[in-house]
């Protein structure tokens, strides 16, 4: 256990220098804009580049797996929204944002770095292929569902509508960079050795950045009050999710083992803090969302340790 707690103690630790830091300087939450345009843009693209460009290519072409991890996504959405409409009586925005709250896990900002300290570089092909086509998913279910609730943009016309949606998939920095990093890895194409060590640099600074901005975005974003949907959106997202991506992984093909814990710890992960943004931006749930972000954020730190150490002690039949 004390080598669960040592993998653990520096991640989570960097998420509460982050919230310490913010609650102690005071800076406004547009400070962290550059540190974000950094993060986005820039650093952890250059790690998906990095390790992907360096991969065989019969391993990323796993269908299978792609299948598995995104239905297993979509059925812990879809529970969310069912009850999201039974206990709203209706309120289709309302239920896309608590289905987001209970399906849609920090994969981007967190992720990469404790899959990679926790299972080592061979984590990073099953995280790609979920981060990509993760967050596929939300960016086509976002905007769909507002735009039926009514609260999209009534003068966007239904192909305006796929055109954005479109965009937003195939501009996102990380699936671009992942893109590239494919194609180079198809190509057998390295960069030169001045600009692979510039990649490196940048890869290297990205886990550390993203977890720090987090705790700084988790304590700028304080808890006001604990939503009630609590009850169930916290348990789908940290502890039912992640055993509905075991069962479907297991079922559906032979994975090597560290396969099947990246797509359960990615599962496993709270509620993005997109999950926030997508609130703001369209004025629903907004308060609750936060909330919910920092409730599945500090209960995590119990839930993804005892994950790990089921993982690491090959507790986890396969």
């Known amino acids: 256990m004390a080598g669960i707690i040592a993998l653990v103690l520096p991640f989570f630790g960097l998420i509460a220098l982050g919230f310490g830091a913010a609650r102690i300087t005071k800076q406004p939450l547009e400070a962290l804009g550059w540190m974000n345009t950094f993060i986005i843009y820039i650093a952890l693209p250059a790690l998906f580049f990095k390790l992907l460009s360096q991969t065989p290519i019969e391993e990323l072409t796993q269908w299978r797996y ?15 929204f069912a009850l999201g409409i039974w206990r709203s009586k209706g309120n289709v925005a309302e239920s896309a944002i608590m289905g987001f709250a209970g399906a849609y896990g920090n994969i981007g900002y967190m992720a990469p770095g404790l899959a990679l300290l926790a299972f080592g570089e061979a984590a990073v092909v099953p995280v790609a292929l979920i981060f990509c086509f993760d ?3 939300h960016f ?8 039926l609730s009514g609260n999209g943009d009534q003068n966007v016309s239904k192909l305006q509508l796929a055109g954005q949606v479109a965009k937003r998939i195939l501009l996102h920095p990380f699936i671009l960079a992942t893109i590239v990093g494919v194609l180079a890895a198809i190509f057998e194409v390295q960069p030169p050795k001045a600009i692979g060590t510039l990649i490196d640099y940048l890869a290297n600074a990205a886990a550390p950045c993203a977890l720090f901005a987090m705790g700084v975005s988790l304590a700028l974003r304080p808890l006001k009050r604990v939503p009630q949907e609590a009850v169930f959106i916290a348990p789908m997202k940290l502890i039912i999710q992640p055993a509905i991506a075991y069962l479907l992984v297991t079922a559906i093909g032979d994975f090597p083992p560290i396969w099947v814990y990246c797509a359960m710890l990615l599962a496993a992960l709270p509620s993005a803090t997109n999950v926030f943004v997508i609130a703001q931006q369209y004025n629903v749930w907004v308060e609750r969302a936060s909330a919910m972000v920092l409730i599945t954020t500090v209960l995590s730190v119990f839930t993804v340790t005892a994950l790990l150490y089921l993982a690491k002690n090959d507790l986890i039949p396969l």
């Open 66 to 80: 792609i299948l598995a991890t995104t239905f297993s996504t979509y059925i812990a959405f879809s529970v969310i």
């Open 135 to 137: 967050n596929t998913l």
């Open 140 to 147: 086509v279910m976002a905007p769909l569902l507002m735009a």
